[in-house]
């Protein structure tokens, strides 16, 4: 089973950027389905984007044209490029993986806090 850890969380204004990383070891992350999930305080843990072992990307409609999934197979790490954030994307990140749509999430990691405040 692969493992995931989640990093690249910060404090930023709102307007800024941010590069999330999900590393993997045990297993080729390049076989599985990746996705970036999050959750604020109060609230359900969302889906913000997801990329496919064939690169096909998916987005929450809330994040389209700022965010970008990505993934470096020699790395073995997805990413996600956050851009123009708002104070509303504040939230502990995580990243999971499955093998496939019809499959279930593997276990939760502890996420990556992103904090968007002037």
């Known amino acids: 089973q692969v493992q995931l850890v989640e990093s690249g969380g910060d404090l930023v204004q709102p307007g800024g950027s941010l590069r999330l990383s999900c590393a993997a070891s045990?297993?080729?992350?390049?076989?599985?389905?990746v996705g970036w999930y999050r959750q604020a305080p109060g609230k359900q843990r969302e889906l913000v984007a997801d990329?496919?072992?064939?690169?096909?990307?998916n987005y929450a409609d809330s994040v389209k044209g700022r965010f970008t999934i990505s993934r470096d197979n020699a790395k073995n790490t997805v990413y996600l490029q956050m851009n123009s954030l708002k104070p509303e994307d504040t939230a502990v990140y995580y990243c999971?993986?499955?093998?496939?749509?019809?499959?279930?999430?593997?276990?939760w990691g502890q996420g990556t806090q992103v904090t968007v405040s002037s």
């Open positions: 045990g297993s080729l992350l390049s076989t599985y389905l």
């Open positions: 990329i496919t072992s064939g690169g096909d990307t």
């Open positions: 999971n993986s499955r093998r496939g749509r019809l499959y279930e999430l593997g276990p």
